[in-house]
């Protein structure tokens, strides 16, 4: 099947790929010109696991191409994916322009009929305002083109995007056209073999399934991250009451870590999104704003352990921070919690020395101005002359470190972990001050 994608981003790339993988015809248009120019080089621009080999094979075949050329992509594709950024407005609500202008492009250029795929996670109603748009520029054209819009929301999370692609639990489709639904069909029938994964329903609820399922992601997270603040002041261990809840197959264990917050480019804007949906229909959704208010708390929790620690005066102090993106396998860093960390440090007078496997590059690129950090080439040498260190992402690397070696280094024996990786009892032992999330052991009041 001939197949165009918009926006080649983490999910956009993704499905570009793995479509070509299996022998679609795929043509990937960008408006970045310096992106589609690496990628016709070998160069992917971002760190996903198992994307490389993929890109490269599929592009040596023919099968996958790149180009800046949006006519040339309209005229390839009798499906034309939508997969550009749904960013936050400035009221949350999310910013639907970038979908709008692809929408344009298409019926400014297409000359056939055309299944135009929102595959950019999108609030209820986008799919009339995409129709609404296409319809409007052809009629300014004054030609009559069939078109239908069809709603095919992303669920593959960053780190294992190749394989939730690959093996996806299930497609959401979300159309009431009987061509449209055969067509999606086809599409992913190569994903589709061992059971059927495809679940079609109408177009507004496949646009809210998303939200829905990354609201349901956030809900647990910010619940155990309640729970955990809950365990600290009353002296329990958030890591034994896991255990505890998990092991009820109606709770289940996944998902339920507690930590220092969501991010990614996902779950935030998504809550946020959806609370904005319920404020313009007069609904207020309690539940949503307690889920981002819990977040936002518990986003302030690496500082504020730290700044606790030492009274309050971390002026001229040097903080090493292990791990910078938002989650492992990912080089992603928005809304990553170590953001919300290092700016109130440099807001405090600390200095940070920090490490990431994948995510340097990144964040040199978001600070590249910023006085007081330095990125450097090791874990190890992240701790040099440090006075304290935190761990914002649970990078394998990272869990059984040279602890000898992080006591020798830092000028204080302090650890903040907020992904609970160390055992607090070994860590008295061990001398050191740890303070962990919701750990019975390393209780501290929040300030
Ligand atoms: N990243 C994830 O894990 C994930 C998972 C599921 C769903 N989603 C959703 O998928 C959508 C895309 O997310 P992403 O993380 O891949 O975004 P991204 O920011 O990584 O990529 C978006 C791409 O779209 C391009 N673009 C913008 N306007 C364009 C235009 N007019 N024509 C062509 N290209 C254009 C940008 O240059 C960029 O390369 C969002 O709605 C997001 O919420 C993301």
Request: charged share 25%; aromatic share 8%; glycine share 8%.
């Amino acid at each position: 099947m001939k197949v165009t994608v918009f926006g080649i981003g983490y999910v956009g790339l993704v499905q570009a790929a793995i479509l070509a993988s299996v022998g679609h015809d795929v043509m990937c248009v960008d408006i970045d010109e310096n992106k589609i120019e690496n990628l016709k080089k070998g160069i992917i621009p971002i760190y996903e696991p198992g994307l490389t080999p993929l890109v490269e094979e599929a592009y040596k075949n023919g099968l996958l191409k790149f180009t800046i050329d949006a006519k040339q992509g309209v005229e390839h594709g009798t499906v034309q994916f939508v997969a550009v950024g749904t960013p936050p407005d400035e009221d949350g609500s999310a910013d639907l322009k970038y979908v709008l202008a692809v929408a344009e492009t298409i019926a400014t250029h297409m000359s056939a009929p055309r299944i135009i795929i929102d595959k950019s996670t999108v609030p209820v109603g986008t799919a009339d305002k995409v129709a609404a748009k296409v319809a409007s520029v052809l009629a300014e054209r004054n030609v009559e083109i069939e078109f239908d819009v069809v709603s095919n929301p992303e669920f593959l999370k960053e780190g294992a995007a190749v394989s939730d692609c690959m093996k996806p639990d299930r497609i959401v489709v979300g159309t009431e056209n009987e061509d449209s639904r055969e067509v999606m069909r086809e599409l992913y029938a190569p994903f589709n073999r061992n059971h059927d994964r495809m679940i079609f329903m109408d177009v507004r609820s496949a646009e809210l399934t998303k939200y829905a399922a990354n609201c349901m992601l956030a809900t647990k997270i910010s619940f155990m991250n309640e729970i955990s603040n809950l365990a600290e002041l009353l002296g329990a261990d958030i890591e034994a009451v896991r255990h505890g809840i998990g092991s009820d197959s109606r709770i289940g264990y996944q998902f339920i870590y507690p930590g220092c917050g969501y991010g990614g480019s996902c779950f935030p804007k998504d809550v946020q999104a959806l609370v904005r949906t319920a404020n313009g229909i007069d609904y207020k959704p309690a539940l949503l704003e307690a889920v981002e208010s819990v977040n936002y708390r518990q986003k302030q929790k690496l500082f504020t352990n730290l700044n606790n620690h030492f009274k309050g005066d971390l002026v001229g102090k040097t903080v090493a921070v292990w791990g910078l993106s938002f989650k492992p396998q990912t080089d992603d860093m928005r809304e990553a919690s170590s953001i919300e960390l290092m700016k109130s440090l440099w807001k405090a007078g600390a200095k940070v020395q920090a490490y990431d496997p994948e995510a340097m590059e990144e964040c040199q690129r978001i600070f590249a101005e910023q006085d007081g950090l330095s990125l450097v080439g090791t874990k190890e040498s992240a701790l040099k002359g440090a006075d304290a260190l935190v761990i914002c992402t649970e990078w394998s690397q990272f869990r059984a470190p040279d602890f000898d070696l992080i006591a020798s280094s830092l000028s204080n024996k302090v650890i903040v972990d907020g992904r609970n990786l160390y055992d607090p009892s070994l860590m008295k032992k061990r001398g050191f001050s740890y303070y962990g999330i919701g750990r019975g052991d390393s209780v501290i009041k929040q300030g």
